[in-house]
């Protein structure tokens, strides 16, 4: 059998398996497994398999993940999202959408003491809106806006996605991570933008929120000193190069660990904080773990039959413009949106896009930067979009289809950010190219 049957049976083999019910690691892995077995044997199949998660996973950077993770938990159970959200609503909830808006300079606060949009959307929706629905928000809005939100989580650092692009690709983690900065305040700036022009166009509640002074507004800023200590014990330490990424993962999860001591106080809370934020960890660390065996087993078949290389060789050799080449392979992200997660996305799509990219000569810090902003978009578009069916389990009122067209607003707002930062890439480098040691 030619190798470009095998790959397009291969391939229409994991939508076969997602669409019976497989997990995506595991439709992933067998569609891999079926296509190494068709190309070369099955013997050949087994022996590459036997070592092959150990050598994938025994990586030094990707310790950092679950350091990651665990610093983002600790902070949750600490208190964070709910203190960060009385600071936001003291400054901005008066103003038309404000407490739509404080819910996404929640999650941006949120974002930088986890690297999981999952539990930045969870973190903020449990506190963000029960407090609108008292207010009166329209539901769309108020679950739509934290959805998005969440997806702050996977481009402010510390970021988990970030770590797997940098991974997978050999760039500098430090430098993916500084890179994340600028964009992810761009992207809660639109967003801000974003709510407010939808509020003045239909406002989301008739009930007028009480206004803080600004003395009220300052002190309450006291409240927001546990992120900015993680901020500046994570990113500070990469950025004057104190520390690797791995070490400042180490050093923002013990520091987020003592803030878990003082917050709580009361007798067995502090050792039932711990066991759910090791257990949240362990559970997220090893869907990803899954998920990048599972996708490698697959881009390891494509990596055999030569696909990334014909590719590669194929589009550099199209009579076109670079930009609007790598513009043409960021859209294949939209329809692998709609059913894989980010992880995924990014094993089964680098091995092919990334020897494009530098074939072309772009930047490999912008293009991730970019890649993981698809990624984003895919978190909060049907069918799959993940932060929406969080949201749906915390607010069991407002059905799936309601926040689905709530989230559609801000897929527009990202679609925005996103071609901004494509047309302008000094958004990206400028950053990273000033770190101490760079």
Known sequence: MDEITVTLLATGLIFVLLALGAPVFAALALAGVFGIAMVEDLGFVLNRLKAYSYTQSAVYLLTVIPL??????????????????????????????????????????????????????????????????????????????????GVLGVLIPPSVLLIFYAALTEVSAGKMLIAGIIPGALSTLIFIVGIFALSLYAPPSSARPERYGWRERIVSLKEAWQVNVLFIVVLGGIYLGLVTPTEAGAVGAFTAFLMLMFARRRSGGLWGAMQGSFRSSITTTVMILFTMLGA?????????????????????????????????????????????????????????MFPTVQALGFDPIWFGILAVKMCEIGLITPPVGLNVYVIAGIDRDTPLLDIFRGAGWFVIMEIVTTLLIFFFPLIVTWLPDTMMGS
Do not use: C
């Not at 003291?90 to 959408?97: A, I, S, T």
């Not at 974002?111 to 769309?140: C, F, H, L, N, Q």
């Not at 030569?306 to 589009?315: D, K």
């Open 296 to 352: 490698g087993i697959f881009s390891y078949f494509l990596t055999l039959v030569q696909v990334p290389q014909l590719i590669a060789e194929y589009v550099t050799g199209i009579d076109a413009a670079p930009l609007l080449i790598i513009g043409l392979l960021l859209l294949l992200y939209f329809p692998l949106g709609m059913f894989l997660d980010a992880f995924s996305m990014l094993v089964i799509t680098l091995p092919v």
């Open 68 to 149: 990651f993770i665990l610093m983002g938990n600790l902070a949750q159970e600490a208190g964070v999202g709910q203190r960060l959200f009385n600071v936001a609503r003291k400054w901005v909830g008066h103003l038309p959408g404000g407490l739509a808006v404080a819910s996404v300079l929640t999650s941006a606060g949120f974002a930088a003491t986890s690297g999981s949009s999952v539990a930045t959307a969870a973190t903020v929706g449990a506190v963000a809106i029960p407090e609108m629905k008292k207010a009166g928000y329209d539901r769309r809005l108020s679950t739509g806006a934290v959805a998005a939100g």
